[in-house]
């Protein structure tokens, strides 16, 4: 993670090999000679952290320090001095520094630091959007399934049970459980995320425990993992039926002792992280067939929630949509598109097995290809054909049959103008001219 530096030191030479070793690194970073000088320099703002020397001319830096501690919207401040004592350190942490650095510096431990901070400073960015309401538009709807998971997040949410969340690929397992957290005592605490089944099993156990300096080639310095950052906060363990038998050893282990170790290292750690999972698998299953562990699974499932698919929620389908139109239209600088009742009809029939990822998709395709005022039944249709709701005949020849009829109708309303027959079915000229062909359309047509 590339970070903005702001580097504050009255000696010049300190502070262009800092800034020097820095850039090499890939930040971005900017000199300030004085406290004086560096007031002014923050206020452009959209400085990630500040490196911060003790004994300055004039003003000291711990008086930024008392300015800029307490800002949890602010860049944070590694303070700097080559007098270094304990003192100094205890006082500096009492103001809000984020760590105390010795000068000269040590490449491995300056670097390994401001990795650190760069990350609890993201977290403090994630964090500030949960405290503020994230759009969790996979919690949308006024259903009777989306109102009972509601209320489970409500209930659940303010307790530090651990949760296993249940339910299908694109159903919003992750945001669910960025819910229970914004709910949760911990909602200014971290909210650290982990797919275990995006990761090479062999990275995993690094991914969650960390690793030490030399636990395996190219581990050329030491770092933490995602148990040891959600530390006073909430881990959130996607897909935890993907774990190795090995992970699940060890995770056992920390959640019955709070303990753990860093890959290659002997050093007790200790996490009291809440501990949300997810799942799409069926773990009673993998359990009988031995590749989950039973005790694991009692650990992880004090308490259930299930996320229902979108099939069993169709009513929310048309709000969903809606949604999304409104939120591409923004993103990608498009006009806002409306959604016709007919293809609002058509989109809660189809059973939408990549749930609301697969309508999300959609939804921005519709936005980014066709500038229609509004998305009609044939464009639907062309997406995500109908299905036959008598399990009978030809279902291509009917979508085929039913989408001519559309086509041909629109064109005789528009006077065959081509492009206002376009608009009225959502389509782009291109697109309706190659239908005019497949259909063997003509003007002449009753």
């Known amino acids: 993670m590339k970070g903005r530096l702001l580097v504050v030191d009255d000696e010049a030479n300190v502070r262009r090999a800092i800034r020097t070793f820095f850039e090499d690194q890939g930040h971005a970073v900017e000199e300030a000679a004085s406290v004086s000088e560096a007031r002014e320099t923050a206020r452009s703002g959209g400085f990630d952290l500040v490196l911060l020397d003790v004994r300055m001319p004039g003003e000291d830096g711990l ?13 944070l401040v590694l303070m700097m001095s080559g007098q270094a004592s304990v003192e100094l350190a205890v006082q500096a942490t009492k103001l809000g520094a984020h760590d105390f650095l010795e000068k000269p510096p040590d490449p491995e431990r ?18 500030s959007r949960l405290r503020g309401g994230i759009s969790a538009p996979g919690l949308l709807g006024d259903s009777p399934a989306m109102r009972e998971l509601r209320s489970g997040i409500e209930k659940i949410g303010p307790t530090l049970g651990r949760v296993l969340i249940q339910g299908e690929n694109g159903t919003g397992k992750e945001l669910v459980a960025m819910a229970l957290h914004a709910a949760s005592p911990r909602s200014t605490s971290p909210f650290i995320k982990l797919n275990c089944a995006a990761l090479p099993r062999d990275l995993v156990e690094t991914e969650l425990f960390g690793h030490e300096k030399g636990a395996f080639t190219g581990a050329g310095a030491a770092r933490p993992g995602k148990l040891e950052l959600a530390q006073g906060g909430t881990i959130f363990l996607d897909e935890i039926g993907d774990l190795s038998a090995e992970a699940q050893a060890k995770f056992l282990r920390a959640l019955e002792t709070g303990e753990f170790e860093r890959v290659g290292g002997h050093r007790s750690m200790r996490s009291d992280a809440r501990v949300i999972s997810a799942t799409n698998k069926d773990l009673p299953a993998l359990i009988r067939k031995g590749d989950f562990r039973e005790d694991l699974f009692f650990r992880i499932h004090v308490v259930p929630l299930r996320v229902p698919p979108l099939r069993e929620r169709r009513e929310d389908v048309p709000l969903l949509a809606r949604h999304f139109l409104g939120v591409f239209a923004q993103l990608h600088g498009r006009r806002l598109r409306e959604l016709t009742e007919g293809a609002a009809a058509l989109l809660k029939e189809h059973p939408w ?13 519709f936005v980014i290809l066709s500038d229609a005022p509004a998305v009609a039944e044939a464009e639907v249709r062309q997406a995500i054909p109908a299905s036959d709701p008598h399990g009978s005949g030809d279902l291509r020849s009917q979508v085929e049959e039913a989408e001519r009829d559309s086509i041909s109708r629109a064109l005789q309303e528009s006077g065959w103008n081509v ?12 697109s309706l001219h190659r239908k005019i062909r497949k259909y063997g359309l003509s003007r002449g047509e009753s």
């Not at 300056?110 to 964090?127: I, P, T």
């Open 419 to 430: 492009s206002a027959a376009a608009d009225r079915l959502g389509l782009d000229r291109a």
């Open 63 to 75: 008086t930024l320090l008392r300015e800029m501690g307490g800002d949890a919207e602010g860049p």
């Open 353 to 365: 097995p990549g749930n609301v990822r697969e309508l999300r998709n959609l939804m921005e395709r």
């Open 110 to 127: 300056w670097s390994l630091s401001v990795r650190n901070a760069l990350e609890v400073r993201r977290l403090r960015h994630e964090n």
